[in-house]
């Protein structure tokens, strides 16, 4: 499981916000790993940053963990700035699924080839069905002219295919990180934090 902690839009306030977070975060679960970080302006300060959390160590309830988060403190970067609340904000993600490539998760069935290729087309079964059971993706292969050479190229066509699938949902898990860290909600903060101590 995967979680996002992001200052947004904001200002630099609220990327030491999550720079502060990160540490409160790293402090009481031993286990969470950061994965990737996006730098702030100053040291310690984070654009955004990629947790990778252990759901059944995890002390925060993860449900609870998502939304936003209040911090009030004086700017320490303005010290005349009137405002005083920064938001950050908390997602949480099931890691991306991908899916390993095994031959005892296909199930092979045996048809009859179409098209040219001698007397024997239509009359023995050389051609293949190819079903990936976990996934559904299916592939046929029927040029060959024995069926065990059929179900090497149905096989190698299958891999293939889940090796795209999980390649769209890299990327399409990716890309969905990227729009919620533009999508920072004020008010309503499920938790709040005050002071430079962050308590």
Same mark, same amino acid.
């Given at each position: 499981?995967?979680?996002?902690? #992001? #200052? ?11 720079? &502060?977070?990160?540490? %409160? ?19 310690? %300060?984070?654009? !955004?940053? &990629?947790? !990778? ?36 904000? *908390?997602?949480?993600?099931? !890691? ?11 199930? *092979?069935? +045996? ?15 050389? +051609? ?25 190229? +149905?096989? +190698?066509? &299958? ?12 990327? !399409?898990?990716?890309? #969905? ?6 999508? &920072? ?15």
């Amino acid at each position: 499981m995967w979680m996002q902690i #992001s #200052s947004g839009k904001g200002p630099d306030e609220c990327e030491l916000a999550v720079g &502060l977070f990160l540490k %409160t975060i790293l402090k009481e679960n031993q286990t969470t790993r950061v994965i990737d970080t996006v730098p702030g302006h100053y040291n310690g %300060t984070f654009k !955004s940053v &990629l947790l !990778s959390i252990d759901p059944q160590e995890f002390r925060g309830d993860t449900g609870y963990t998502k939304g936003t988060i209040l911090w009030i403190c004086p700017s320490p970067y303005r010290p005349n700035h009137r405002r005083k609340n920064w938001f950050i904000n *908390i997602e949480v993600y099931q !890691s991306a699924e991908r899916f390993n490539f095994t031959e005892k998760d296909v199930k *092979i069935v +045996a048809m009859r080839s179409s098209g040219p290729g001698g007397q024997n087309v239509n009359k023995v079964e050389t +051609a293949v069905r190819a079903v990936h059971v976990p996934t559904g993706l299916t592939v046929t292969a029927g040029e060959e002219r024995s069926q065990y050479m059929n179900k090497k190229l +149905a096989l +190698a066509r &299958l891999a293939n295919l889940i090796e795209a699938k999980n390649e769209d949902n890299d990327s !399409s898990h990716k890309e #969905s990180m990227w729009r919620q860290h533009n999508l &920072l909600t004020r008010g309503n903060p499920m938790r709040v934090y005050e002071g430079k101590g962050f308590k």
